[in-house]
């Protein structure tokens, strides 16, 4: 059974900055692709970035590229988003994810519970 624990979440003034935790159990990070989507309220799913299980390969949205980075520690069997400049729009619940990628885009078939980032002054 996939699973996942996320953390870091929480409240953050804009221009703040976050660092997202994602550590799962059932499955190894180089088995799957593995990144982050969000949900805002009233809004549609949104991917935000995933890197590909083999060779590393990392992608971003355009609405977050230049502001989050995405990495992984195989051997702790986790994922971190890092988030900088962080606005009012980037409120939403953030969740961790698992899946493969094609065409660099990333889908998902296991999500975690997700943890929620507010950001407001």
């Known amino acids: 059974q996939l699973q996942f624990v996320e953390s870091g979440g929480g409240l953050v003034q804009p221009g703040g900055s976050l660092r997202l935790s994602c550590t799962v159990s059932?499955?190894?990070?180089?088995?799957?692709?593995i990144g982050w989507f969000r949900q805002g309220p009233g809004k549609d799913r949104e991917a935000i970035s995933c890197?590909?299980?083999?060779?590393?390969?990392?992608y971003y949205s355009d609405s977050m590229r230049g502001r989050v980075t995405l990495s992984k520690d195989n051997a702790e069997n986790t994922v971190y988003l890092q988030m900088n400049n962080l606005k009012p729009e980037d409120t939403a619940v953030y969740y961790c994810?698992?899946?493969?990628?094609?065409?660099?885009?990333?889908?998902?078939?296991?999500w975690g519970q997700g943890t929620q980032v507010t950001v407001s002054s």
């Open positions: 994810a698992a899946g493969w990628t094609a065409e660099a885009i990333c889908y998902y078939d296991y």
């Open positions: 059932g499955f190894t990070l180089d088995q799957h692709a």
């Open positions: 890197i590909e299980p083999s060779n590393g390969h990392t």
